[in-house]
C-alpha cells in the first residue's frame, strides 16, 4: 500500500505565494511521474502540471509562468511552488503518484487533497 500525504494549503492574498509538498511512502520498487491536479467548487478535477522522474514538466496552460513543480527523488517527494496567485486558482489541491509495485505493476495513487484559497 501506498500513502501520498500533501502538506496543508492555506489562505494567502491574491499576487501571494505558498508551497505545497506531498511525499510517497510504502511499499514501492519506482515512483514514476508525479504531480498536482486541482477541483475548484462545481468544476471537475484537472491537471495543474506533472514531473517525470527524469525531470521533465508539463504545466496547464493558467499556471505556466507562475507555478513551478520539481521533486526530490530520494525523498520521493513532489513539490509545487504556487506564484503571482490569483483568485481562480483557489481550489482542493491533490497530489498524485504512479508508482511500479515489486511486482511490476503500475498504479496510480492519490492524495486526499489540500484547500489552497486565494483572496482577492
Known amino acids: 500500500q501506498v500513502q501520498l500525504v500533501e502538506s496543508r494549503g492555506g489562505l494567502v492574498q491574491a499576487g501571494g505565494s505558498l508551497r505545497l509538498s506531498c511525499a510517497a511512502s510504502?511499499?514501492?520498487?519506482?515512483?514514476?511521474?508525479m504531480g498536482w491536479f486541482r477541483q475548484a467548487p462545481g468544476a471537475q478535477r484537472e491537471l495543474v502540471a506533472t514531473i517525470s522522474s527524469g525531470g521533465s514538466t508539463v504545466y496547464a496552460d493558467s499556471v505556466k509562468g507562475r507555478f513551478t513543480i520539481s521533486r526530490d527523488n530520494a525523498k520521493n517527494t513532489v513539490y509545487l511552488q504556487m506564484n503571482s496567485l490569483k483568485p481562480e486558482d483557489t481550489a482542493d489541491y491533490y497530489c498524485?503518484?504512479?508508482?511500479?509495485?515489486?511486482?511490476?505493476?503500475?498504479?496510480?495513487?492519490w492524495g486526499k487533497g489540500t484547500l489552497v484559497t486565494v483572496s482577492s
Open positions: 510504502g511499499i514501492m520498487f519506482r515512483v514514476n511521474a
Open positions: 498524485n503518484a504512479r508508482v511500479t509495485d515489486p511486482f511490476a505493476h503500475d498504479m496510480d495513487y
